[in-house]
T-cell receptor
Framework: EDQVTQSPEALRLQEGESSSLNCSYT??????LFWYRQDPGKGPEFLFT???AGEEKEKERLKATLTKKESFLHITAPKPEDSATYLC???????????FGAGTTVTVRA | NAGVMQNPRHLVRRRGQEARLRCSPM?????VYWYRQLPEEGLKFMVY????????ESGMPKERFSAEFPKEGPSILRIQQVVRGDSAAYFC?????????????FGSGTQLSVL
């Protein structure tokens, strides 16, 4: 069974204090690794898809990287509006479903 | 250009009652997925449907739960004889194509509370 473990569970940052979130995964082959952002009371919002080790993608203050066993989401100089729960998910080949981790809740203080 | 619409946003049921959760996918999307999110846990896949077909229901409990996506109208997730353990947030997502490498668009969810 696919397993996704995210750490830390919660992260409190000062505005401008850069940090990284970790997503470790176990899957029989990897079709794709996904990052989503979820705000309270809302559904997940797509951020990135990574397909192969060494791949990187950026969006504003966020940068996602992928190795064969884990992915990192780097938040550079965060702002309070970056406060959210960040979810990581993997998809195996020939599978329809995404297997999600429990998420990392990021709080950025002004 | 409305996104994925779910209703109701909040649903309260007593034990033994039925719960019906509705999901209208994004315009042009014919693939619908249901996920359940329990407190402190990740989203868990329940079922994947295309119009009039259940493609994968491997995450759905064998009893009391059913899902449909008719030719016309929204997708429905039905829970019969609800129990307290069914209390959770239920999210629907849709995609334009088959669920491989496809970006999923999620609705805002239905929070089910069972008293």
């Amino acid at each position: 069974e696919d397993q996704v473990t995210q750490s830390p569970e919660a992260l409190r940052l000062q505005e401008g204090e850069s940090s990284s979130l970790n997503c470790s995964y176990t899957v029989s082959g990897l079709r794709g690794l996904f990052w989503y952002r979820q705000d309270p009371g809302k559904g997940p919002e797509f951020l990135f898809t990574l397909y192969s080790a060494g791949e990187e993608k950026e969006k504003e203050r966020l940068k996602a990287t992928l190795t064969k066993k884990e992915s990192f989401l780097h938040i550079t100089a965060p702002k309070p509006e970056d406060s959210a729960t960040y979810l990581c998910a993997v998809q195996a080949p020939n599978d329809y479903k995404l297997s999600f981790g429990a998420g990392t809740t990021v709080t950025v203080r002004a | 250009n409305a996104g994925v619409m779910q209703n109701p946003r909040h649903l309260v049921r007593r034990r033994g009652q039925e719960a019906r959760l509705r999901c209208s996918p994004m315009k042009g999307h014919s693939h619908v997925y249901w996920y359940r999110q329990l407190p402190e846990e990740g989203l868990k896949f329940m079922v994947y449907l295309q119009k009039e077909n259940i493609i994968d229901e491997s995450g759905m409990p064998k009893e009391r739960f059913s899902a449909e996506f008719p030719k016309e109208g929204p997708s429905i997730l039905r829970i019969q004889q609800v129990v307290r353990g069914d209390s959770a947030a239920y999210f629907c997502a849709s995609s334009q194509g088959i669920a491989t490498n496809e970006k999923l668009f999620f609705g805002s969810g239905t929070q089910l509370s069972v008293l």
